[in-house]
């Protein structure tokens, strides 16, 4: 388990250049608020980034939205860290809720109700569209199979495709 650390703290260590933070949310997440010059490495695929290992003198403190996804992550975090490594009380909810540094942006939809929507349309038209064309209920099929692909591997051809539209760019 990790050991926590106040963002107080936090912004101490990072002011004096004695430890690193690294953000565990996804992209969207960190589109919309992030704290300034922490590493981004999102949950889902921090295990295949190359992460640089903590040291003595430069130690890791993660931090995701509130606490929860470190801490239910801490084994994983502390092995991959690799050293000395602490977990930020609260996340950077806390972190913005003391009026400490943060960078903002305009924040489109997260890209996970953006697939709701496309996927949910689209088994929409296929079952409409079927009334009057029978064989367009084979686009509701397809986008369901699509989801249950996406559920068991990890890949979803959509939340990529929607990732690299205009409004999903920074």
Same mark, same amino acid.
Do not use: K, Q, S
């Given at each position: 388990m990790l050991p926590n650390i106040s963002p107080a703290e936090t912004l101490k260590m990072l002011q004096d250049n004695k430890?690193?933070? %690294?953000? %565990?949310r996804e992209a969207d997440e960190l589109a919309a608020l992030r704290v300034p010059g922490a590493e981004a490495a999102p949950l889902s695929v921090i295990s295949w980034m190359d992460l640089r290992p &903590?040291? &003595?003198e430069l130690p890791i403190i993660f931090t995701c939205n509130s606490g929860n996804r470190t801490t239910k992550n801490s084994d994983l975090l502390q092995k991959l860290a690799a050293g000395p490594a602490w977990q930020m009380e609260g996340g950077v909810s806390a972190w913005a809720k003391q009026g400490l540094p943060v960078e903002t942006s305009k924040q489109t939809l997260p890209i996970f109700r953006q697939i709701q929507i496309g996927a949910g349309g689209l088994v929409l038209a296929g079952v409409l569209g079927s009334l009057a064309w029978p064989s367009m209920l084979w686009l509701s099929a397809? %986008?369901?199979a699509g989801l249950v692909f996406a559920g068991v591997t990890g890949f979803c051809g959509l939340g990529i495709l929607l990732s690299?539209?205009?409004w999903n760019k920074k």
């Open positions: 430890a690193r933070l %690294v953000d %565990v &903590a040291t &003595a397809f %986008v369901g690299a539209m205009p």
